[in-house]
């Protein structure tokens, strides 16, 4: 029997504004999954904050976190991972201090991970990131730049308003060797400049595991930009009735919304019509 991996998006797609799983969308992926649904989660979501936004799902397949930059299991073991070499680095680097910007930086530091930030005024958006995780072990503040760039460095992230990051986003979106998302937080006013590695993207990941798994499609639901990629690799893909209009044009269709269960409502009907290969 022909099989189908399934990969979702969170935020957006899955999760509701409060950035929880709605009770049917629990129950039904559950009930799905035990069924012998091939199903998982693709998000720029850290491991551990997947690991409390998915409570509840029993999904035992791999999660690709950080936008693909780690492939990692259940335990959060990381089965995959890519990292930017130190040239790649330092180019961001430059860059970023030319124009007076500071990112938190994701990286592997003394074998566990870790999010910097640097002392000091830093913009609402920022702060409000940083003060909304203070449980977060993996926060790391800092005294000064060097320590800021320390470890195995995988992501980057700038938190501003959009006219600050527009300048950068212009001298690094083009480079080769990185993925780049520029957009404006789903349910704030601030924008987000995430940076990740070439070969760090959702798609390069369900494709691996796609192919680990010895599936002969790939399904993929999302509502965002850095979904679009993911889209591209999909034989089939599903915006949300929420997505951004660029999504949506690129979608296979549009399903119902994040608020209403649209990921799960959609799978329960294709089962229905017999569309879902178990």
């Keep these: 029997m022909e099989s189908t991996l399934f990969v979702s ?3 957006g797609t899955l999760l509701d504004r409060e950035s929880r799983m709605p009770a049917y969308t629990v129950r039904t992926l559950n009930r799905l999954l035990g069924q012998g649904l091939l199903f998982t989660f693709a998000t720029a979501r850290s491991y551990r904050s997947t690991r409390v936004v998915t409570e509840g799902i029993s999904s035992a397949l791999p999660w ?16 995959f991972e890519t990292f930017f070499t130190a040239e790649q680095t330092a ?5 970023a201090k030319a124009l007076g910007l500071s990112p938190l930086v994701y990286s592997i530091l003394e074998g566990a991970e870790r999010v910097s930030y640097l002392a000091g005024p830093m913009h609402p958006g920022k702060a409000h990131y940083v003060h909304s995780r203070q449980e977060d072990p993996r926060l790391r503040l800092v005294p000064d730049e060097a320590a800021l760039y320390q470890g195995d460095i995988y992501y980057f992230t700038f938190i501003d308003s959009q006219a600050p990051l527009r300048p950068l986003w212009g001298r690094v979106g083009a480079l080769p060797w990185l993925n780049g998302t520029f957009q404006r937080d789903l349910y704030r006013e601030e924008y987000w400049l995430e940076l990740t590695p070439q070969a760090a993207t959702k798609a390069a990941a369900a494709l691996r595991l796609k192919k680990e798994l010895g599936c002969r499609r790939l399904v ?22 929420n997505a951004l209009p660029q999504v949506k044009a690129t979608a296979t269709g549009v399903i119902g919304g994040n608020e209403e269960g649209g990921v799960a409502e959609y799978l329960v009907e294709r089962l229905k019509k017999g569309g879902l290969k178990l």
């Design 91 to 95: 180019e961001i680097r430059l860059a």
């Design 9 to 11: 998006d969170l935020d």
């Design 220 to 241: 993929a639901f999302g509502d965002a930009m850095n979904d679009l990629p993911l889209f591209a690799a999909a034989d089939e893909c599903y915006a949300t009735a």
């Design 64 to 79: 690709i976190v950080h936008n693909g930059v780690f492939l990692v299991d259940s335990g959060g073991r990381r089965l």
